[in-house]
């Protein structure tokens, strides 16, 4: 696991876009993407973990096969919105 803070820029790429608050931190997406775009994303208060999710941690390793989005259960990962 990459450790990096989830920010505006990382939760999108050329082609897919995701939404934080719907994501449950299932991991389903980390495990199919071919190109290793996404990584997990830890928030610690303390020693509290308050929320995990799902970042873009190498957008630009994105391809736009959208294997991520089919995968994702929840809806977390669309097309990017021109």
Not at 34 to 42: A, Y
Not at 45 to 66: F, N, P
């Amino acid at each position: 696991m990459r450790s990096t803070r989830l920010t505006h820029e990382n939760t999108r790429t050329a082609f897919v876009q995701l939404n934080s608050d719907a994501c449950t931190a299932c991991w389903k997406c980390i495990e199919i993407c071919p190109g290793k775009v996404l990584d997990k994303s830890f928030l610690f208060i303390g020693d509290t973990l308050i929320h995990e999710q799902v970042l873009m941690y190498d957008a630009s390793a994105c391809t736009g096969c959208l294997e991520c989005m089919q995968a994702c259960e929840f809806n977390a990962i669309g097309i990017k919105k021109q």
